[in-house]
Structures are given as structure tokens and as C-alpha cells.
């Protein structure tokens, strides 16, 4: 038995070391090949990193729709791509470029479906086409996310923007359906429930679906301003089309309080003009006969001064003249010496 025992073990043994012999080259030549493939893919992960970050640091970067483009034709097939794309939409909309905007979501929906973005574009492809009036094919949007994408953060909200369509339609009995199935789809959403009943106490208050125009201000008149004590009044008059200041006189009925009249400057006191000054009278030269004596000479009248009269301030009354003083007489010469007769 000993010997049997022995035999059975070398047989396994010897087979062992024999396939070993046979396929050691193919062996190796396998394990060369994993290597080989194992450090393909790990140098096509790196490059495939790089290429993602560097799509990503373009779409970082970039600002217009022609930014967006160059980043989808440089990097297909990216995240960095697909999210530019999104971008491109959401700045022609901008633009107002309504179908260029609505293409390109419809573009990214079909090219990226299985990107975790795609859910939420199909919404704002709804909610676009509905503000353009496509509320058909916005419909058929809104219900393919509630039935395909329940699960979605998505699909209330798809839920809720359905019923706002049918009931803006004037359906609403359809509309308080899809309000009402809020609950039962999502039971785990209680702000969308909230949402949905808000909705439906609206329907039976029977409130308006769209905004009407406010009614329009009263017109307030205008008050004139209150006058200052002490300033003029300014009216503007308007004649033969034209507009023009006027300043009322104080004593008008819309003017303002008259100013308070300064008191009167005292004139000032009149001066009593020089004396005038006596001329001198030359004795006459003696003569061989005496001479009648030359009458005296009279000196002219004094002129009488005339007072300055004062400044008078606007809208003050002058004052009274103040007479002047009367003038001095005028000193009458002394009479000239009388001649005395020449001794013979």
C-alpha cells in the first residue's frame, strides 16, 4: 500500500513538470503580452486624463458660442464637450436665438443620452419649447421624463410643469389630474406635494392663468413749493411757445412777503463853503492933479452849495432834502486911502 500511495503522488508530480516543460515558451509569451496590455491601457488612461483636463481647462475658458464650438470639435466624446454644448444652448436662448438654442439641446439629447446630464436637458428642451408656443411637442417631453426617468430629480418637476401647460391650455380637469398624481408618484417629495396642492386650491378659487395689467396710478397734482420769507417769486409764463422767467414785483398778489425796508442812511450834513476871499485893491499912483477916487471893486455873490442827495436803496422812499446852511455875507472891502495934495 505504502508503495501504491508513493507511485499516485509522483504520476500528478511528474505530469505537472512535463506540461511545464512543453508550454514554458508559451507561458512566457503570455505573460509578455499581459504586461504589454496592461501598460497599453494604463498610457491610454493617462492620455485620455490629460485630454480630459485639458478639455475641461478649454471649457473653463470659454465665454461665446464660437468658445463652445471649438470645444466640441477639438474634444468629441468628452464630458468637457457635452457641457460646452450645453453652454452653446443656454447663449443662444440668450440671444435670442430661440431655434438655434432648441437644436442644440435636441442635438445633445440625442448624441449624449446616456449622460447624467441628458434628463435635466430634456427639461429645459421642454420648458423652451413651451415658452415658444410648442406646447404639443412640450408635452410629449415633459411626460416621456415622468414615465422613463421616475426616478430622476427631474421628474416632478416635469410633473409639475406638465399640469402648469394644461392648465394655461384651459384644461382643467387635466390639470388638476396631473397635480393630484404628484402624491402618487413621488410620495418621498413632500415640497413637490406642497407645490402640487398650492396648485390645485388655486383651480377651485378659480384664480386668473395670466397677469393682467395694473391698474393705473392716480395722478397726483403737483403743489407749489412753500415760499422762502425774503426771496423773490419766480413764475414761468409760457407765450407763442416759448418759456420764460418772470419775476413778480414784491407788491403783486403771488408774491412773496415783501423784504423788510433797510432804515434810512442819515444825509450827510452840508458844509459851509470858504469865505470868498477879498481882493486887494493897489493904491493909484500920484498925479499932478488929485484924482477922484476909483469906486470899490464889488466881489462876486457867493454861490449857494447844493446838499448831494443821498443813495436810495430800491423800493425805500428818499429821504427829505436837508436845507443847507445859509451861506455867510460876504466882508465888504476897506475903503482906499485918500490921496494926500503934492506941496507947491
Known amino acids: 500500500m505504502s508503495q501504491l500511495d508513493s507511485t499516485s503522488q509522483e504520476l500528478p508530480a511528474t505530469g505537472m513538470e512535463k506540461f511545464m516543460e512543453d508550454n514554458s515558451r508559451k507561458l512566457v509569451w503570455l505573460f509578455i503580452i499581459a504586461v504589454v496590455a496592461l501598460c497599453a491601457y494604463a498610457f491610454l488612461q493617462h492620455q485620455n486624463t490629460l485630454k480630459a483636463n485639458e478639455a475641461a481647462e478649454a471649457f473653463t475658458g470659454a465665454k461665446t458660442v464660437e468658445d ?24 443662444l436662448w440668450d440671444q435670442n436665438k430661440k431655434s438655434s438654442a432648441v437644436e442644440a439641446l435636441k442635438e445633445f439629447t440625442t448624441k449624449d443620452a446616456s449622460n447624467p446630464l441628458a434628463v435635466f436637458a430634456l427639461l ?27 426616478s430622476s430629480e427631474a421628474a ?5 410643469r406638465l ?32 407645490i402640487g396642492q398650492n396648485r390645485l386650491d388655486w383651480i ?14 392716480p395722478k397726483v397734482e403737483s403743489k407749489p413749493a412753500a415760499a422762502v420769507p425774503g426771496m423773490p417769486n419766480f413764475k414761468l409764463n409760457v407765450g407763442d411757445g416759448a418759456v420764460g422767467a418772470t ?12 423784504m423788510t425796508t433797510p432804515a434810512t442812511t442819515p444825509a450827510p450834513a452840508a458844509t459851509a463853503p470858504p469865505a470868498p476871499v477879498t481882493p486887494s485893491v493897489t493904491p493909484a499912483p500920484a498925479a499932478s492933479k488929485p484924482a477922484t477916487a476909483p469906486a470899490p471893486a464889488t466881489p462876486p455873490a457867493a454861490p449857494v452849495p447844493t446838499a448831494p442827495a443821498p443813495a436810495t436803496p430800491p423800493a ?9 446852511a445859509a451861506a455867510p ?9 485918500t490921496p494926500e495934495a503934492p506941496k507947491p
Not at 419775476?247 to 415783501?258: D, V
Open 316 to 324: 425805500t422812499p428818499a429821504p427829505a432834502a436837508t436845507t443847507p
Open 247 to 258: 419775476l413778480l414785483p414784491s407788491g403783486s398778489p403771488a408774491a412773496t412777503p415783501a
Open 163 to 194: 399640469g402648469d401647460l394644461l392648465w394655461a391650455q384651459g384644461k382643467a380637469d387635466e390639470a388638476k389630474k396631473a397635480y393630484e398624481e404628484i402624491a402618487v408618484k413621488f410620495p418621498d417629495m413632500p415640497g413637490f406635494q406642497v
Open 156 to 160: 416632478p418637476l416635469a410633473q409639475v
Open 204 to 217: 377651485t378659487a378659480t384664480l386668473p392663468t395670466k397677469e393682467v395689467d395694473a391698474p393705473p396710478a
Open 68 to 91: 463652445c464650438d471649438l470645444v466640441i470639435s477639438r474634444y468629441p466624446g468628452t464630458m468637457a464637450a457635452a457641457n460646452a454644448l450645453l453652454l452653446k444652448a443656454d447663449l
Open 124 to 150: 429645459g428642451l421642454g420648458t423652451k419649447l413651451d415658452a415658444m408656443g410648442e406646447s404639443k411637442e412640450a408635452q410629449a417631453i415633459f411626460e416621456r421624463i415622468t414615465s422613463e426617468f421616475s
Open 329 to 337: 455875507a460876504p466882508v465888504s472891502p476897506p475903503a482906499a486911502p
